[in-house]
């Protein structure tokens, strides 16, 4: 009858325990699509930019492919590796809501997805999301920043990738030379 015996909500932002790094979950239909794209279209590409030479008779087909395979394979590799790790970063590593590309915040939890704030106690035993004590007791220190593994290989990406930019034009250098 009276209104005052609604229970009052426990206040969960002040006792709330630290939380930790989850676990991306396996990609979706498009995720994986975007991925298997990511890792075939170099083999294609390579394919198609050796194709001259087979047309001007200085290699056989079966050179051209097994070279689009080599060169090819090798950027693919990298290229699908570091799409799947795009995809995946997507996922907040709070709560797994799957967020928009560049999404400044977690629309799950608000979790601040460009900073990435995480956090450990001197032993390193878990790495949080949140400040707080660790399971030991121990005070929880804010790690330095990491812009994840994805951003060291598409660097190496690019110079593989000039690097194959240069060897098709000095063929094609040779070609007129010759
Ligand atoms: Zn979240
Ligand atoms: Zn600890």
Redesign the pocket.
Known sequence: MDADDAPTPPDATATAEPRIVLRPGPLEGAERRRVAIAAVAPVALVFVLFLPFVIWGAATLGAVAGGALVYGGMLALAAGFVMADREQGRQ??????R?PRKAPN??????DLAARPRFACQERHRVHLDPGMCACGRRLQQLPGSGGIGREIAVILKVGAWLLAFLVGMGLLFQYVG
Not at 92 to 97: D, F, I, K, V
């Open positions: 907040c590593p709070a709560c797994l809501h967020n977690c629309d799950g939890c608000s979790y």
